[in-house]
């Protein structure tokens, strides 16, 4: 089994945008745990969290377009990815890719390669997908800071309920109501789900504050929400 994971900024950084160095350590411990049960993970990208909001907030009231500040944000998830290939040591592929085609030439060394952002306009979600695709992945799981899709924002409205699978439409119905720019990309964004739409591919959305919880979706355990198709 072939698996792409997606693991959200704001689980590596904590609200003022420090380093949780022991978070880098569970991840890196979980991926080569799967590696050694013979899953393949090929592929992990990340986001750029907390710091590199702050960057692109600076950014904008200097003025900056906003093809900047998804530069600046790109950086910030480029940062996050090399130190999540120093947590992997020698089992990562050890540059950043720039391209998707650098991507899959990399995946071909079967070193694990982690990527951050590659181009202005697109989130980190819609790299994921992507890459997903290109590299012909079996599974997308992203790791998120909530443990799944739900009918409203379960951090501000107690109400809400978890989705357990959903379809391509009907979350993009949840989303369409949010607007999108620089480092404000959750979940998966309309890019990315054009592209998981016309790939295909089994994804997740589930909770990454226990990194174990990757080997359970691996595994089949029913957690988080599952796009279907």
């Known amino acids: 089994m072939k698996v792409v994971l997606k693991i959200g900024g704001s689980l590596i950084q904590d609200e003022s945008g420090n380093i949780i160095?022991?978070?880098?350590?569970?991840?890196?411990?979980?991926?080569?745990?799967?590696?050694?049960?013979?899953?393949?993970i090929p592929a992990i990208?990340?986001?750029?969290?907390?710091?590199?909001?702050?960057y692109i907030e600076a950014a904008r009231k200097l003025g900056a377009p906003e093809g900047l500040c998804d530069e600046i944000g790109i950086r910030a998830a480029q940062l996050n990815a090399q130190l999540m290939v120093g947590a992997l040591?020698?089992?990562?592929?050890?540059t950043i890719p720039d391209t998707l085609q650098e991507?899959?030439?990399?995946?071909?060394?079967?070193?694990?390669?982690?990527?951050?952002?590659?181009?202005?306009?697109?989130?980190?979600?819609?790299v994921a997908a992507l890459v997903a695709e290109r590299i012909k992945a079996d599974m997308l799981i992203n790791?998120?800071?909530?443990?799944?899709v739900y009918t409203k924002d379960p951090k501000k409205d107690p109400n809400a309920k978890k989705i357990d699978k959903i379809t391509i439409k009907e979350?993009?119905?949840?989303?369409?109501?949010?607007?999108?720019s620089a480092?404000?990309?959750e979940l998966f964004d309309p890019v990315a789900l054009k592209i998981l739409e016309r790939s295909k591919i089994p994804a997740w959305i589930i909770s990454g504050e226990d990194p174990q919880n990757i080997l359970k979706v691996v595994a089949g355990g029913n957690i988080g929400t599952r796009?279907?198709?």
């Open 21 to 40: 160095l022991e978070r880098f350590a569970e991840y890196a411990k979980t991926i080569l745990k799967l590696r050694k049960e013979n899953i393949d």
């Open 45 to 54: 990208i990340l986001g750029g969290g907390k710091i590199a909001r702050k």
């Open 89 to 94: 040591d020698r089992e990562a592929y050890p």
């Open 103 to 126: 991507v899959a030439g990399a995946v071909a060394t079967g070193k694990i390669v982690v990527v951050g952002g590659l181009q202005p306009g697109q989130s980190t979600n819609a």
């Open 143 to 148: 790791v998120t800071d909530v443990d799944g």
């Open 171 to 180: 979350i993009q119905k949840i989303i369409s109501e949010k607007g999108f």
């Open 183 to 185: 480092g404000k990309y």
């Open 227 to 229: 796009i279907v198709y």
